[in-house]
């Protein structure tokens, strides 16, 4: 799997479980006909049911093309390395989901800001494989236009 692909699968796990828990409050249907929650919890349960078929996928090709590398014998072959992306990359795509939704979380102490550039420097840091400071001075310009939009345009409070 690829870094970018990690990174949006992270991103829809974390919004799809926002849109499942925040669906569980709204009636499913009416007397007559479907109520407020039925798109919410149908879509999110369909989106988190496609995000884990691709991780799925994942492992399993993983594994399976460690079994045709060594030639059915089960022991890595030399050419099996190849594989431990694919493993490292739903690790990778656990890590994104977790620093996504701690960031969420902590928006509603502290305000979006704050763990927006948090997460904005570790999503450029560790999983596009740029440099520290190269994270923080995109994080930095893309947390400036962000409040240049919200705050300064739109006069829509960002704490």
């Not at 420097?121 to 923080?136: E, N, P, Y």
Request: contains cysteine; glycine residues 10%.
């Amino acid at each position: 799997m690829k870094i970018s692909e990690i990174i949006l699968l992270g991103g829809l796990s974390v919004f799809s479980g926002s849109l499942l828990w925040g669906s569980l409050d709204m009636p499913y249907s009416t007397d007559t006909t479907f109520g407020p929650g039925f798109i919410p919890l149908n879509v999110s349960i369909a989106l988190l049911a496609l995000i884990a078929g691709v991780a799925i996928r994942a492992v399993v090709r993983s594994k399976r093309d460690v079994a045709v590398s060594s030639g059915g014998t089960g022991e890595p072959a030399d050419d099996a390395q190849d594989v431990v992306p694919q493993t490292l990359g739903v690790l990778m795509l656990g890590g994104a989901i977790a620093s996504i939704a701690i960031c969420i979380y902590a928006m509603s102490y502290i305000g979006v800001m704050i763990p927006l550039g948090v997460l904005l420097v570790i999503l450029s840091w560790r999983f596009s494989g740029h440099g520290f400071f190269k994270s923080v001075a995109i994080s930095l310009i893309v947390l400036a236009v962000i409040y240049l939009i919200f705050s300064v345009w739109l006069r829509i409070p960002l704490h």
